[in-house]
């Protein structure tokens, strides 16, 4: 990576635009995501709902040069189990194709984990596709261990 200083910041309606830009971008986020201007309004639904809710914070890197490069959405959680701990969940991470293997990720990671400590939480968790090897083996490189089969249930809406 050319630009090392990176920032880390809670996104902006105005970062709206980059954040679904880089979620369609891959294989399977072209799939999943209409990255067309101007974008359908779900988006911008989603983002208040995220961005009203203390328990959520989407979160972007930048640089002073290229702007966003990378988002991923933190929820903390309460839980009854582990005597009532918090846990953090990452989800959505992405970085800009062209600073992936980089460092970006795993400062964003590092950052992200840092965080929920400051929230108090006492477990951090994610899910990734099981097509996704690359990324699997960079969680796995972080510390995280797959300890649970996770499931999921498509919903039509």
Not at 75 to 99: D, H
Not at 114 to 141: H, N, P, W
């Amino acid at each position: 990576m050319t630009d090392t200083q990176l920032t880390f910041r809670r996104a902006t309606r105005a970062d709206l635009d980059a954040i679904v830009a880089l979620l369609a971008d891959d294989k399977l986020g072209a799939q999943r995501e209409r990255n067309v201007s101007p974008l359908p309004q779900a988006y911008a639904d989603a983002f208040a709902a995220i961005d009203e809710d203390r328990n959520n914070e989407l979160v972007v890197a930048e640089t002073a040069a290229r702007g966003v490069i990378g988002v991923l959405q933190l929820t903390f959680m309460p839980s009854l189990t582990y005597q009532g701990a918090w846990r953090a969940q990452i989800e959505g991470v992405r970085i800009a194709a062209e600073f992936r293997a980089g460092g970006v990720g795993k400062q964003m990671l590092q950052w992200a984990i840092a965080r929920a400590r400051e929230r108090g939480c006492r477990m951090v968790q994610l899910t990734s596709d099981k097509a996704r090897a690359q990324a699997i083996r960079f969680y796995e490189g972080l510390g995280f261990v797959a300890t649970h089969e996770g499931l999921k249930l498509q919903l039509e809406g």
